[in-house]
Each structure stands twice: as structure tokens, then as C-alpha cells.
Nanobody, 125 residues
Framework: QVQLVQSGGGSVQAGGSLRLSCAAS????????MAWFRQAPGKQREGVAT????????HYADAVKGRFTISRDNAKNTVYLTMNSLAPEDTAMYYC??????????????????WGQGTQVTVSS
């Protein structure tokens, strides 16, 4: 089993920055892919950014490209999401997720097996 524990988040004014962390524990050796998702009230959970653990390759949703950065610290089994130039539309509950295999689109939450507890990000105008 894999456990994902999130930290960070909070409230910030538009234009500000936040960093989210996601620490993995348990059987982490075979985690191939980590991602951040978000879900705003009344909306579906959407993929924000992903990183492939072996290569470090990253991909982003168009809505956050150029503003958000996903990164990893393999020694700490931790993935980060650095969010800059935050806007009110970024307000959502943010979740980290992990999977053992590259199976299906990274933006589809159904393709991920392990989930963090979620952390709220609120951006005020």
C-alpha cells in the first residue's frame, strides 16, 4: 500500500503564490507517475500537472501552463506543486495522486490508484 500525505495550501490574494507538498510512504518503489488534481465546487475533478518519476518528464493542463510547476524530490519521496500568479479561478480542493503504471490519460482521475487527503486553495480577488 501507498499513503500520500499533503501539506501546504491556504488562502492568498490574486497574483500570489503557494506551494503544495505530497509525501509518499509505504510501498513507493514502483510508483511510476504522480499528479495533482483539483476540484472546485460543482465541477469535476481535473488534472492539473503530472510528473513521471523515472524521467522527470512533466505535463500541464493548459489552464496552468506557465504558472504552475510540478517537481519531485526522490530522496524524500515528495512531489511539489508550486503555484504562481494565482487567480480566483484556481480556487479548489487540490489532491495529489499516484499510480504504478502508465495506464490511460494522466488527466483522468480514474487512472490513479492512490490519493492524498486534499488541501484547500482559496484565491481572492
Amino acid at each position: 500500500q501507498v499513503q500520500l500525505v499533503q501539506s501546504g495550501g491556504g488562502s492568498v490574494q490574486a497574483g500570489g503564490s503557494l506551494r503544495l507538498s505530497c509525501a509518499a510512504s509505504g510501498y513507493t518503489a514502483n510508483i511510476a507517475n504522480m499528479a495533482w488534481f483539483r476540484q472546485a465546487p460543482g465541477k469535476q475533478r481535473e488534472g492539473v500537472a503530472t510528473i513521471y518519476i523515472g524521467t522527470g518528464s512533466t505535463h500541464y493542463a493548459d489552464a496552468v501552463k506557465g504558472r504552475f510547476t510540478i517537481s519531485r524530490d526522490n530522496a524524500k519521496n515528495t512531489v511539489y506543486l508550486t503555484m504562481n500568479s494565482l487567480a480566483p479561478e484556481d480556487t479548489a480542493m487540490y489532491y495529489c495522486a499516484g499510480r504504478m503504471r502508465y495506464s490511460g490519460q494522466w488527466k483522468d482521475p480514474l487512472n490513479f490508484n492512490y490519493w492524498g487527503q486534499g488541501t484547500q486553495v482559496t484565491v481572492s480577488s
